[in-house]
């Protein structure tokens, strides 16, 4: 490898990848700040995310590169990408096509609030 391609490289070297190669992604509206979801990546997916400037995700459910919004049309387009100071962490802040970023149709995949009930908790919408 040449030196120019370890340094282009050294980004990716810098992230703590877990046992099976990924990283958890939590991916935040650009505007508004909300939290839309949590997800994967890994080398190839957050290499992707930065060259194509969309969010492209690592499925764990299909062991396959998942470029967000492919069959939904719900693109998330990176405004910017944060790792954490433990290195084990990317925050990227999106701006979320149709504010739609839940495969459920919800504007983010935290819509159930647990509130306490008599009964015990429960999860609500």
């Not at 995949?109 to 429960?122: H, M, R, Y």
């Amino acid at each position: 490898m040449s030196d120019k391609n370890a340094q282009s490289n050294n980004w990716l070297d810098q992230v703590t990848w877990n046992e099976q190669g990924l990283v958890a992604v939590i991916a935040q509206e650009f505007d508004t700040g909300d939290v839309l979801m949590m997800a994967w990546m890994n080398r190839e997916s957050l290499q992707l995310t930065l060259e194509k400037g969309e969010a492209v995700y690592w499925s764990r459910s299909r062991k396959n590169i998942w470029h967000k919004g492919e069959e939904s049309g719900h693109v998330q387009t990176v405004k910017s990408i944060h790792l954490d100071c433990d290195g084990d962490t990317i925050l990227i802040k999106v701006d979320q096509k149709d504010r739609i970023a839940c495969h459920t149709g919800e504007h983010s995949c935290f819509f159930l609030d647990l509130e306490k009930t008599p009964n015990g908790p429960v999860w609500k919408k």
